[in-house]
Nanobody
Framework: QVQLVESGGGLVQPGGSLRLSCAAS????????MKWYRQAPGKQRELVAS???????RYADSVKGRFAISRDNAKNTMYLQMNSLKPEDTAVYYC???????????????WGQGTQVTVSS
């Protein structure tokens, strides 16, 4: 069907940067909303950023001004540029696409496998 594969996570020092990617493959007709979530140990999963099919973006207050979400529709790929990283950004980051499978009019959510981001000295 459809698979989302994430990459770009790793260990970085406070103040550093990382760029996450999420690429979808399969029989995709179109992708509406693309979102990044994160979940730290013992905490609820939270919405970090979203981008609509038209390019409108929204950010959680905790990351606004530091993170930037973008998309490449030709590659069915979403990115998250993370700058000025803080220890509290440490979490597993998950991508989520709302998309239409080829030859259907139904919309469905798909999730990536998650990628670990650790910010530490």
């Amino acid at each position: 069907q459809v698979q989302l594969v994430e990459s770009g996570g790793g260990l970085v020092q406070p103040g550093g940067s990382l760029r996450l990617s999420c690429a979808a493959s399969g029989s995709i007709g179109s992708i509406n909303d693309m979102k990044w979530y994160r979940q730290a140990p013992g905490k609820q999963r939270e919405l970090v950023a979203s981008i609509s099919s038209g390019g409108s973006t929204r950010y959680a207050d905790s990351v606004k001004g530091r993170f930037a979400i973008s998309r490449d529709n030709a590659k069915n790929t979403m990115y998250l540029q993370m700058n000025s990283l803080k220890p509290e950004d440490t979490a597993v980051y998950y991508c989520n696409f709302l998309l239409r499978v080829t030859a259907t009019v139904l919309l469905k959510d798909y999730w990536g496998q998650g990628t670990q981001v650790t910010v530490s000295s």
